[in-house]
C-alpha cells in the first residue's frame, strides 16, 4: 500500500507536492525509468493506425503533468484498447495488463468516430481528439490520487470529495463551472468531468448528441433561470472563501442575451456586478384562466368473501375428513363423528 502524506483542506497543487510526494521510495528507480522510457520511446517510434494519436495523447499528458500536477506524475502506460466495463470510454489500473504499475486505456472507437457518443468523418477529427484528450486529463486525476494523495476513495469507484476536489483546482484553472460528487444533485456529477462541463463548441461539433454547429442560445426566461440555477451552485460549492474572481470569470461566460433577463444587480466595487436571477416560477395559465391538474382518482379494491365453511353440529370445529374412495363418507376432523356426504 502507498503511504502518503495528505494535504490540508483548501490545498493547491504546487511543486511542494512535488518534493514531498509519496513516489519516492514507492516506485523503484528502475519502474520510473522504464515508463518515462516507454513514453519517449512510443513519441519517436510509435507505428500503425493509431500513431499519430498516441504521440499527441503522450505529448498531451506531459503539458498536463507539467500545468496541473506540478510534475508529480511519472508516465503512465497510455494504451488504446477496451477498457475493462463496455460501458467505459476509458479507464485508469494501478497495474497493467503487463504486471507494470500505472496504465489508462482510452477506448479507440473515440478517436475512430464509431462509437455512439461521437460521429464519424474527418472534419470532426480534432473534436474527437479533443474528447480522448479529456479522457486522458480525468484518468490522470485517479493516478495522482492513487500514486501521489493515496485517496482512492474505492467506496465510491474513486469519485468521492478529493476526486472532486482535484476536478474543480483543475477546472478554476480552464475556466469550467464546479462539480460535485453523486450525492450533491444540484451540480453535475464528477464522474463524467470534464465532458459534461465543457462549454458548448468545445468538441467542434464531434459530440454525437450535440448540434452540428453549436451556438449561444436565443435569450428566454427559461434558459436564464437555468444558467442561475448553475450560478447559484458555483456559489455554494467552491471551496476558497473568497470567490470573487471565479464569480467574475463565471458571468463573462454567459450570453449577452440573457444578462437583461436577471432582475437583480449587485454590483461588486471593482468587480464585474453579479447577478441574481429572479427564480420566481410563473403560474400555468391557459389565457386568463388558471390550469388546475385534478389528482387521478383512486377506486377502492373490491374484496371478495368467501362462503362460511359449515360446522359440526356436535363440535363446532370446520374441518371435516373426506374418504378418498367414496366422498359420502365424511366425519368431522374433530370429533370424528359421522356428517354425511361432502
Known sequence: MITTTRPLPGWVLTADHANVSP??????????????????????????????????????????????????????????????????????????????????????????????????????????????ADILLHEMIHQWHTEVTGQTERSMHGHGPAFRDVCNQIGKQLGLPPVGTKRQKQLPACNQWPHNVRPAGYYLGAIADAPEQPQDPEPTETSARDYGAMFAAALTALPEPDARDVLTEWISTLPDGLRPVFDNVVGIPGEHPVMQPDTTLPVPTNGDTQVIVDKPVTRAKRRTTKPAKPKCPHCGSTRRTVNVHDSTRVWCWKCQKRLGPA
Not at 29 to 38: A, L
Not at 49 to 73: D, K, S, T
Open 23 to 132: 513516489l519516492t521510495g514507492t516506485l523503484s528507480t528502475e519502474q520510473v525509468e522504464h515508463r518515462e522510457t516507454f513514453a519517449a520511446f512510443v513519441r519517436e517510434h510509435a507505428q500503425g493506425p493509431y500513431a499519430g494519436e498516441l504521440r499527441e495523447l503522450y505529448e498531451c499528458g506531459l503539458q498536463y503533468n507539467e500545468r496541473h500536477f506540478a510534475g508529480a506524475l511519472v508516465p503512465p502506460y497510455v494504451l488504446l484498447s477496451e477498457p475493462s466495463s463496455p460501458r467505459a470510454i476509458g479507464d485508469w489500473s494501478r497495474i497493467s495488463g503487463s504486471g507494470l504499475l500505472s496504465q489508462i486505456r482510452i477506448r479507440p472507437s473515440i478517436l475512430t468516430g464509431k462509437h455512439s457518443a461521437v460521429r464519424e468523418g474527418a472534419e470532426y477529427a480534432s473534436g474527437r481528439f479533443l474528447y480522448a
